[in-house]
């Protein structure tokens, strides 16, 4: 079993920066990958950005690429996005999610995480 809490979202305008936060705890967290998906009002969820167990290969949505880092820090069982320029449409719940086995998913599915957490707001006005 894996457990993920987010925190680190809010209200922000557009332009601005935030950094969301997911705590880990349950099995071995550094031997799994970990994403980041969002779900806008009335939409799907989608993949925003993944991360190796290592750390040594990122992955990202072609609409956040060079604005959005993903990290970890496999210490203290941590993931990271840190969110610059954001824009309206990031408006949205953001999840973190585990990738704890092989699926044979696509890894911009969200069929290929085992384990979500609760999901935290992100709002970005204009």
């Known amino acids: 079993q894996v457990q993920l809490v987010e925190s680190g979202g809010g209200l922000v305008q557009a332009g601005g920066s935030l950094r969301l936060s997911c705590a880990a705890s349950?099995?071995?967290?550094?031997?799994?990958?970990m994403a980041w998906f969002r779900r806008a009002p009335g939409k799907e969820r989608d993949f925003v950005a993944r991360?190796?167990?290592?750390?040594?290969?990122?992955r990202y949505a072609e609409s956040v690429k060079g604005r959005f880092t993903i990290s970890r820090d496999n210490a203290n069982k941590m993931v990271y996005l840190q969110m610059n320029s954001l824009k309206p449409e990031g408006t949205a719940v953001y999840y973190c999610?585990?990738?704890?086995?092989?699926?044979?998913?696509?890894?911009?599915?969200?069929?290929?995480?085992?384990?979500w957490g609760q999901g935290t707001q992100v709002t970005v006005s204009s």
């Open positions: 349950g099995r071995t967290f550094n031997n799994y990958a």
């Open positions: 991360i190796t167990s290592s750390g040594g290969y990122t």
């Open positions: 999610a585990a990738d704890t086995s092989p699926s044979g998913a696509l890894v911009t599915s969200p069929s290929a995480y085992e384990y």
